[in-house]
């Protein structure tokens, strides 16, 4: 693998798993459960596709071969999409979606972290602006867990079993592969193992205040971040996604 | 409009007072919060700002319905922050009730039970992505129509949220009409999109404003408490003489064959809607009443657990903080 093919790889991880989730978190728009969440939740999601664009218009660049970030995010297929399979997982009920947000958002808060030192300026900048809102997302995300965790009878229950049910999706996040061990190589990524540490630290400050018990299983899902094999809900939200595109080839909107 | 056919209430309350009241008003001063006001005048701001709040807040799902198909990230993005200003035009319209002595608990319970209503308008659907644009072009201004006028409104903190929430709607109008742009300047297949979006839009646009109300007692006591700034008539006229040069602007053709320039009034003629269908609309019998309802009852009843839960979280915190002084 040349660098500039890993650097496109690693560049469009970055890009779907923010596409992805900013995709799945835009589908709560104007049915959350109270209408700060609703403005909350809309503003994650607004974060996350403006971080896309940036990701995936970089990822463009360094492949050079005249695809825009529009170009990546609508006429890809879902063997070509490189986010995490956490990210791609149904929103379920709010605590399910919360969850799944905290648990990326705590991963992305170190990665972008460690990217803010990449030694290619143009990542970098990225990273410090996209660092700004994915504190506050980490905030939001890791507060209203805790208030669930430690809420009532009903909320405690359902935000452990949404904790139970996406647990074998984190450990992919840590899991290095060829990409990330050339772009780590290259000072441009951050040293995964050395991350899930800091990461562990703070999920268990985050889950002992929620009252919550992390499942005592290490098993982890993958093939997101590869494209190997996706789970079968990405197909489905790119259908939708993608179709106005598809079926209106080479209109401009 | 936002508010539609807001009957004034009755009041009875001092005539001195009264007097002293309506003089102020016609001062140009604003009424705040905690000062005194009819009996009336509390009741129906708090059905029309209600009711204005409420549309905000249904008037999310027939735009929310197209953010996950928006056909790039940047209109998707627009569509986003969008919808979630409604949101947020809600908040600030739920807080300006608030203020009259009413929760937005309780506003909402009369949303879902049928008490209180919505703008007749977002029990339309939105079928293609047209639907995008004339819903800014079209309904947001139309809305615009009345909001700006009622940021001279007599209540403060109504007159407060007007001013916030109009910035935001001229930028909804414009990401309409540019969509509607790019449309009809588009592809035949988006051409077609866009003169169907305004052929099914058109007279429910119309709509908004309310049957004509030259005539009625109630519209004139707001008007004289400027609640109410102009006749449903006048601002239906403005929005027709405004929308018209834009639709041949975009080479698109109004759905009504009697509309013609009048150059005696300066405005349009046009053709009046279909008035039964919008009383029907009102009844609950429109195209997406029963969705938009059951919509918003289901976010509010999966949501019970989550309000309860951090409502049961925020409780233990302040008892552990009370214990620990």
Same mark, same amino acid.
């Given at each position: ?6 650097l496109?790889?690693?560049l ?31 503003n ?20 050079? /071969?005249?695809?825009? +970030?529009? @170009? *990546?995010?609508?006429? $890809?297929?879902?063997? %070509?999409? &490189? ?19 905290c ?42 867990v ?27 996040m ?10 780590? /190589?290259?000072?441009? +990524?951050? @040293? *995964?193992?050395a991350? $899930?540490?800091?990461y %562990?630290? &703070? ?26 094999r ?24 | ?19 002293q ?67 947020g ?8 009730a608030?203020?009259?002595?009413v ?81 009809a ?54 929005f ?16 009504d ?19 039964s ?49």
């Amino acid at each position: 693998m040349t660098d500039q093919t890993a650097l496109f790889e690693y560049l469009l991880r970055l890009g779907d798993n923010t596409l992805v989730l900013g995709h799945r978190v835009s589908e709560w728009c104007g049915h959350a459960p109270v209408l700060e969440e609703d403005i909350a939740l809309a503003n994650t999601a607004l974060d996350l596709i403006g971080q896309t664009q940036m990701w995936l218009g970089l990822a463009g660049e360094v492949e050079g /071969a005249g695809r825009s +970030a529009d @170009d *990546l995010a609508m006429l $890809r297929d879902v063997w %070509d999409f &490189r986010n995490l399979l956490l990210v791609e997982q149904p929103n379920g009920d709010f605590g399910q979606t919360l969850m799944r947000q905290c648990l990326f958002d705590a991963f992305h808060f170190e990665l972008l972290t460690g990217l803010t030192h990449a030694s290619d300026d143009r990542i970098a900048a990225i990273a410090a602006k996209a660092l700004k809102e994915v504190t506050y997302h980490l905030d939001r995300s890791s507060e209203t867990v805790i208030g669930l965790g430690d809420g009532t009878e009903e909320s405690h229950r359902r935000m452990q079993a949404a904790l139970d049910l996406l647990w074998p999706y984190v450990g992919e996040m840590f899991t290095p592969d060829a990409v990330d061990d050339a772009m780590h /190589a290259a000072g441009i +990524a951050p @040293d *995964l193992i050395a991350m $899930r540490a800091r990461y %562990d630290a &703070r999920l268990k400050t985050i889950l002992s205040e929620a009252t919550l018990t992390k499942p005592d299983s290490s098993y982890a899902q993958s093939g997101g971040k590869t494209g190997f094999r996706h789970t079968e809900h990405l197909g489905h939200m790119l259908t939708q996604m993608q179709w106005l595109q598809r079926a209106y080839p080479g209109a401009t909107w | 409009m936002y508010a539609q056919m807001v009957t004034s209430e009755a009041t009875q309350d001092d005539p001195q007072k009264l007097a002293q009241f309506q003089a102020r008003i016609d001062a140009g001063e604003k009424i705040e919060p905690k000062e005194w006001m009819p009996e009336g005048y509390r009741k129906t701001l708090i059905r029309q700002i209600g009711q204005h709040a409420h549309s905000e807040i249904v008037g999310q799902l027939p735009e929310g319905n197209w953010i996950t198909r928006a056909p790039t990230l940047e209109r998707k993005a627009i569509l986003l922050a969008k919808v979630q200003d409604e949101a947020g035009h809600g908040l600030y319209l739920y807080c300006a009730a608030e203020t009259l002595g009413v929760s937005r608990d309780e506003l909402t319970e009369m949303l879902l039970d049928g008490r209180m209503k919505y703008s007749s308008i977002f029990n339309y659907p939105t079928l293609t992505w047209a639907d995008m644009g004339a819903v800014g072009w079209l309904v947001d201004g139309a809305a615009i129509m009345n909001q700006v006028p009622l940021q001279r409104t007599s209540y403060g903190p109504y007159s407060r949220a007007m001013v916030r929430i109009c910035k935001e709607e001229s930028f909804h109008q414009r990401q309409g009409y540019h969509i509607m742009m790019k449309m009809a300047q588009g592809t035949e297949a988006q051409k077609k999109m866009a003169q169907d979006a305004l052929n099914r839009f058109w007279y429910p646009s119309l709509m908004m404003f309310g049957p004509s109300d030259k005539d009625s007692v109630h519209s004139a006591q707001s008007m004289k408490w400027k609640i109410k700034m102009n006749t449903n008539d006048e601002l239906r006229q403005k929005f027709v003489d405004q929308t018209v040069p834009q639709a041949e602007f975009l080479g698109l053709t109004v759905p009504d064959k009697t509309l013609r320039w009048n150059d005696e009034k300066g405005g349009y003629d046009f053709a009046e809607p279909d008035w039964s269908e919008f009383f029907e609309v009102i009844k609950g019998n429109g195209p997406c009443n029963t969705e938009r309802l059951a919509a918003r009852n289901k976010a509010w009843d999966d949501g019970a657990w989550v309000r309860d839960g951090l409502m049961a979280h925020a409780a233990k915190k302040r008892a552990a903080k009370l214990a620990a002084e």
